[in-house]
């Protein structure tokens, strides 16, 4: 049997991987080596025929189409609800952004408890600016702790993301539900949706975007999840008029719909619902324990050739080692390493991303990241830091890190 640090070990893996025509399904270069899909996923093939059909109808059918087109968010709610949320039908809307969606939900929560917000200080940034200035107008106390941390009964709402963005740390929502007590738990599911097995049958709230391991594109609509048992009790504080009963009655008073719909707002942007579609229906057909069961082995590919590679120059594992801890990203520690992305992406064609303080992230996505794409990957970057290929480049921090 080949060396980990042995490339045939690499294509033995591939050649046994019963994902690997997946990638076909994807537009796709050989080069650069992509390994940030945990931040952009790359452009499924079939999203620009479905798109092209919106289109199509956009321009034959004009107004006349949204007879088909306005229950879209919720069916394509509910097909992620079944192949990536393990929610049940009717408690998964796509609309808005992750960040419009965290409002709505953090809002209605507070809205429905007393006491205060909980969130962590490595929690995504959108998350913690949401939440600081929801509790700033209501005069609510924000701890800024580890949500995972005992607290007292004094507790509204604990938001959390299941993988952490930094470290790809993957927590343990059944265990935090239950430790929460009466407060609501609203997740972010950004870095797991599509990565990970996910089970909401015991979640209170969720939230998530489309556009990482689910491939709808850049900017593409997120989602929000609201346990069926909460809904009649939550109210939108975006009292928008897609999220009215009887909508085209154009009443004078807002009275919100049954159900998860309630939480619409303005129109729904039907092209990004589309793509949403087609990364979900292509994870339903890969299915989420066999993308799990990947990305376990592409992310323990990569730990190995760190520990094998990077460690002797000076490189630290910031992620968990046990693959049943990690989502589908690694974060590698460096105290060069804003320098050493980019010299990765400049001149030896790999592209990670950098977050601060000192990572670089590796995302990979199992529908289209072949493990000689790690290992590939892992030989440029240990072969540039040993000839120190990034020394003379700008420590100065660009705008898009």
């Known amino acids: 049997m080949a060396s980990v640090t042995d490339r045939a070990h690499a294509e033995a893996l591939d050649a ?8 076909e399904r994807f537009a796709v270069a050989d080069e650069p080596i992509y390994l940030d899909g945990n931040s952009l996923g ?9 798109l092209a059909a919106r289109l199509e109808e956009w321009g034959m059918r004009l107004v006349g189409a949204w007879s088909g087109w306005i229950d879209e968010p919720r069916r394509v709610g509910d097909l992620l609800a079944e192949s990536v949320l393990g929610a049940r039908p009717g408690e998964v809307l796509v609309a ?52 995972l941390a005992t607290h007292g009964g004094d507790v509204a709402l604990v938001c959390l993301s299941l993988v952490s963005y930094r470290s790809g740390e993957l927590v343990d929502m059944a265990a935090v539900q239950a430790a929460c007590d009466d407060a609501l738990v609203l997740w972010d599911l950004s870095h797991a949706a599509g990565a ?23 900017g593409s609509p997120a989602f929000l999840y609201v ?3 909460l809904q009649p009790e939550l109210r939108t504080p975006i009292q928008g008029w897609f999220g009215q009963r009887d909508q085209f009655r154009m009443g004078p008073l807002y009275e919100p719909v049954e159900g998860v719909e309630r939480f619409h707002a303005g129109t729904p942007p039907i092209l990004g619902v589309a793509a949403v579609e087609v990364g979900a229906e292509l994870v339903a057909e890969a299915r989420i324990e066999r ?36 989502g589908a990203h690694v974060s590698l520690r460096h105290p060069e390493a804003w320098r050493i992305c980019r010299a990765l992406i400049e001149r030896a064609g790999v592209v990670p991303d950098f977050r601060l303080p000192d990572s670089v992230r590796l995302g990979l996505p199992p529908l289209y990241t072949r493990f000689v794409d790690v290992w590939d990957a892992l030989d440029r970057l240990r072969r540039l830091v040993v000839d120190e290929a990034y020394a003379d480049l700008d420590p100065a921090l660009a705008r898009v890190t």
């Open 196 to 218: 990970v097995p996910i089970d909401l049958s015991a979640a209170d709230l969720a939230v998530g975007c489309t556009y990482k391991y689910l491939n709808a594109g850049p």
């Open 16 to 23: 046994a991987d019963p994902l690997a025509s997946f990638r």
């Open 291 to 326: 993308l799990r069961a990947k990305s376990e082995k592409l992310t323990a590919l990569a730990v190995d050739l760190h520990d094998a590679w990077l460690a002797p120059l000076g490189f630290e594992l910031g992620s968990p080692r046990t693959p049943a801890h990690r």
């Open 42 to 50: 790359r452009l499924p093939r079939a999203t620009p025929e479905r």
């Open 96 to 147: 808005d952004s992750t960040t419009v969606n965290l409002y709505k939900l953090a809002s209605a929560a507070l809205d429905l408890r007393p006491g205060a917000v909980v969130v962590g200080p490595d929690e995504f940034p959108t998350d913690r600016y949401v939440l600081e200035g929801l509790a700033a107008a209501r005069g609510r106390e924000l701890r800024l702790t580890d949500p």
């Open 227 to 229: 346990r069926r048992e």
